[in-house]
């Protein structure tokens, strides 16, 4: 029987609270990481938080922001996938990752600013070049310059793909690599269409577009609303699980490994029930 709006609204309240609860265990996490290279990488994690706590706030008004919280969500699933591929990836990715945000900086620095005195162009690009001159004297900008480019501006951290970033994970093989390929392909690419501006990515979420669905039934659409938002929090919870399942290779986080593993049982239960399947891993 297909689930009522009220109880739907209910498991939504319960995905909110479980995905609140490990982004909390994430917190505790962060200052436990005693590894030196992944303490280097950490931000992504802290950054996930913030990222989330975002989620959260929209996840109070589904019917309102549905596209906006897909855009999110991807933004939290890069993150902690960056975070998961950077700490298990060879040394010259990870090295890139590292350096990466100096290359930027060095090309940022040479880059025109809002406030600029346009009477003074010429100076500006002058004190611009010089700048630029300073930093490459610099022995870590020089190195992430040789790695990237000292001409090309705009260049990815990687040249790995989404998917080719997963597929790591998966041949890492410590990880339920499953929940990555699952968020992926269930938002990915919707957010991108949301993020980017096209028509599709506008209407994300309210089925326009889909004949077997009539957005004009507002209690069907708030139902499909809040179990599209349910699942959003109940898959991105479960890839914070994996984040401290990696971690605990080299921290001592047991004690919280064991509350998040607890909540993702739940949590997957819930899942399976809010989409009416039953458990076949």
């Known amino acids: ?60 008004q589904t019917e309102h922001f549905t596209s906006e919280s ?58 611009r070049k010089e700048k630029q001159e300073q930093l490459k004297k610099i022995p870590i900008v020089q190195e992430a310059l040789e790695m990237f480019s000292e001409t090309k501006a705009n260049l990815n951290w990687t040249k790995k793909s989404m998917n080719q970033r997963i597929d790591a994970i998966e041949k890492w093989g410590k990880l339920l690599d499953v929940f990555f390929s699952i968020s992926k392909f269930q938002y990915y690419s919707d957010a991108s269409e949301a993020l980017h501006g096209s028509l599709y990515g506008c209407t994300y979420g309210i089925g326009v577009f889909d004949p077997d669905f009539d957005h004009t039934q507002e209690v069907e659409l708030d139902k499909k609303l809040y179990k599209e938002s349910t699942c959003v929090l109940l898959h991105l919870g ?5 984040s401290f399942t990696l971690l605990s290779y080299s921290c001592d986080i047991k004690t919280i490994w064991d509350s998040s593993y607890k909540n993702r049982g739940r949590a997957l239960n819930l899942l399976l029930h809010v989409l009416e399947r039953k458990l076949t891993l």
């Open 238 to 242: 479960m890839l914070i699980h994996e």
């Open 1 to 60: 029987m297909p689930h009522s709006l009220e109880n739907l609204k209910q498991y939504h309240n319960e995905a909110t609270q479980f995905f609140g609860s490990e982004l909390m265990l994430l917190k505790e996490t962060v200052p436990k990481i005693t590894d030196e290279k992944l303490q280097k990488i950490a931000t992504l994690l802290i950054s996930c938080g913030q990222t989330g706590a975002a989620l959260l706030q929209l996840a109070n």
């Open 70 to 127: 897909v855009m999110l969500a991807r933004a939290f699933i890069e993150k902690i996938t960056n975070f998961c591929y950077v700490a298990i990836c060879d040394d010259r990715e990870y090295q890139a990752f590292i350096l990466h945000p100096i290359y930027k900086h060095y090309h940022n620095s040479g880059s025109p600013k809002f406030g600029d005195d346009l009477g003074l162009i010429e100076e500006n690009i002058l004190q």
